[in-house]
């Protein structure tokens, strides 16, 4: 609480201390991501700076259906927020005179007045500008990318196209359908060489990702692609090693130290992103200062031509020649405490506090 003193009245004015603003973070989801989720959303719960924000957990369960969440954060993360009788159904208000929750109660409907929303949805409905856009009929306030950005760096294919075009490398690559005749796909493989990947051109955390060695491998690995999109990428695999670069901000863009992702054999699938066990990640990346700051560069001109904003993680690859190929931006990366996103900013002197105030600030003014 501050006070002043008017010398001529001599009288004191009591300035009373602003309320925190309330923030929905979301969690869940229908998403293959819903555990990763529930782990990135409590510890963002957790650092939430308390004078500033009041978090008001908002779960979504693997069925779709809606919860505003009363209890232990704990329970986020050990997946029970939603056994007992904290959670009450919830929806979007979308009287953009009031914004808000609309919590339904047995006898009546009440209003939850919020100032913001922070998504910690991962995948499908999370990353994909759908969620985005149902608080954007709302007249809400979304912290990070919104509809445009989140559907661009959700589709892989498209997103690489843009990248191409801002001047940036990016992997060869072939588009399959349902519909598209195998020996099509066969003579693409070919043409990229093999190994190759195949991937669903919307999908995150690596699922439905397998490097295919040779062409017995194909048809196997399309399948399963398919079972996460209908439609998959067969694209070329770039020799050397993966970066990364942590980005806050809109106009004013602030950058974490870059990572590198050292791999033993494979690929960095969702196992090893969540395990580590033949991989390794090094924070700073063991490269040279300068290429470092052309990686940083690269993030900055990336995530600009997929208007991202707020916050993203860019993804690219660093080849022996040490040319930066474009991967992916990651627009709701992993927000754990050990998570490569809060990693690259702790390495730059910023704590996981100070992430998720920024964060907010951004979206809440």
């Known amino acids: 609480m501050k006070m002043r003193q008017d010398n001529k009245k001599d009288e004191k004015i009591v300035l009373m201390p602003e309320h925190p603003k309330k923030v929905a973070v979301l969690f869940g989801g229908r998403s293959p991501e819903y555990g990763v989720s529930l782990q990135s959303a409590a510890a963002v719960i957790s650092h939430m700076d308390r004078k500033k924000y009041e978090p008001v957990p908002v779960g979504i369960t693997h069925t779709g259906d809606w919860f505003y969440y009363g209890g232990d954060t704990e329970k986020i993360a050990e997946d029970t927020w939603c056994q007992g009788g904290d959670c009450i159904p919830v929806t979007v208000s979308f009287g953009r005179s009031r914004p808000g929750l609309l919590l339904l109660k047995k006898d009546a409907a009440e209003l939850m007045e919020i100032d913001g929303v922070l998504p ?6 999370g990353e994909d500008g759908t969620v985005q856009g149902v608080f954007e009929l709302a007249g809400i306030p979304v912290a990070g990318c919104g509809i445009l950005s989140s559907a661009l760096c959700m589709d892989k294919e498209r997103a690489h196209r843009l990248v191409k075009e801002s001047g940036v490398r990016v992997p060869l690559s072939y588009v399959c359908s349902k519909d598209t005749d195998a020996e099509i796909a066969f003579g693409w493989a070919e043409e990229l060489g093999y190994p190759l990947f195949v991937k669903p051109v919307k999908a995150g955390s690596s699922y439905g990702i397998t490097k295919v060695i040779d062409r017995d491998g194909l048809c196997a690995a399309m399948k399963l692609a398919f079972l996460y999109d209908d439609r998959i990428i067969l694209e070329e695999c770039i020799s050397g090693f993966e970066v990364g670069c942590a980005v806050m901000g809109t106009q004013k863009l602030t950058v974490g130290e870059v990572d590198e992702i050292e791999l033993s054999e494979g690929f960095f699938d969702f ?12 924070v700073p990346a063991r490269i040279p200062r300068e290429t470092a700051k ?27 020649e040490r040319e930066i190929v474009f991967n992916e931006v990651n627009t709701i990366p992993g927000f754990t405490e050990h998570s490569r996103f809060p990693g690259m900013f702790r390495a730059a002197g910023i704590s996981f506090e100070e992430i998720i105030s920024t964060i907010l600030k951004e979206a809440l003014v």
């Open 120 to 125: 910690i949805l991962h995948g499908k409905n």
């Open 271 to 282: 196992t090893e992103k969540y395990s580590l066990k033949t991989s390794a990640i090094h």
């Open 294 to 320: 052309e990686v940083k560069r690269t993030a900055k001109m990336i995530y600009k031509a997929l208007d991202c904003n707020g916050f993203a993680r860019v993804d690219m690859f660093l080849t022996k």
